[in-house]
């Protein structure tokens, strides 16, 4: 062997070691690329969901409360209903969320009343669009990626920023556990990049191929000690008649 091959052998070595390790990268590009439309796709069942929904919120100022709800879901048509059970002086209240539009329906009055899906759900932490299936695709990009740790997990944290006006918040951070791919937590942001709320997702229903949130607690940046809790119980995959989704169905349960 010559002076000079002896030289170029460690270039040749780093470059045969680059051109193993390019496709490896570009393939975790790629992965890292799909990920908040892996996070939607693993958040949409296929089929019809219903289930019972309790909510306990925690707040210093204004005292405890607790609310009950069935909830039904398809997200096939981006639809969802929610019929408040308890506390009896609400009892009747509904929320729906159909394609042209999300409608709060008061008993009392009979009437329904176009609503964002933005807004806080009955005075808690908790925002009507926590009870629709997930759309960071449609609504966010990643500015920044990052591996972390959360608990046990390995996660990644993405930094979002909303791509349209009708987002719910104009920034998002999100904690992805890299296994499976679910959102464990989440921090919302204000124009001007306060902290508004944390989330975190610590238990999830598998049904088929997707995963739904069965557990969500939600604490309030800007007051605190104020926080809201979510449960779902009694989940059921059995299909739902195609009247559930409708004003007349809200209207009619209340007679």
């Known amino acids: 062997m010559t002076p000079g091959s002896f ?3 460690p270039m040749a070595l780093a470059a045969t ?4 390790l390019l496709p490896v990268a570009a393939a975790q590009l790629a992965d890292v690329d799909g990920l908040l439309a892996r996070i939607d796709q693993q958040g949409n069942y296929l089929g019809d969901l219903s289930a019972t929904v309790t909510l306990q919120s925690i707040d210093p100022t204004e005292g405890d409360e ?3 709800a069935r909830w039904f879901r398809r997200d096939a048509d981006d639809a969802f209903l929610i019929l408040i059970l308890e506390p009896t002086t609400e009892l009747g209240q509904g929320y729906l ?3 042209d539009g999300f409608w709060f329906y008061d008993p009392e009055s009979r009437q329904f009343v176009y609503t964002s899906l933005s807004e806080s759900f009955e005075g808690s932490d908790a925002n009507h669009d926590d009870f629709g299936a997930p759309s960071y695709a449609d609504d966010y990009r990643i500015t920044s990626l990052t591996e972390g ?3 046990a997990y390995d996660v990644w944290i993405a930094e979002l920023e909303a791509t349209h006006g009708d987002a719910t918040y104009p920034f998002k951070t999100i904690w992805v556990s890299r296994a499976e791919e679910l959102v464990l937590k989440s921090e919302d ?3 001007t990049e306060r902290l508004l ?3 975190y997702f610590p238990s ?3 049904i088929g191929d997707a995963y739904i949130a069965d557990r969500m607690i939600f604490v309030d940046a800007l007051v605190p000690g104020r926080t809201t809790e979510i449960t779902i119980s009694d989940l059921s995959t059995a299909e739902l008649p195609e009247y559930i989704f409708t004003k007349a169905y809200v209207e009619r349960v209340n007679r």
Not at 17 to 20: E, F, M, S
């Open 97 to 99: 969320n159909v394609e």
């Open 66 to 68: 607790r609310r009950q």
């Open 189 to 191: 942001y204000s124009l």
């Open 149 to 151: 740790t959360l608990g």
């Open 7 to 9: 030289r170029s052998l």
């Open 204 to 206: 999830y229903a598998r």
């Open 197 to 199: 709320r944390t989330s």
């Open 17 to 20: 070691l680059l051109a193993c």
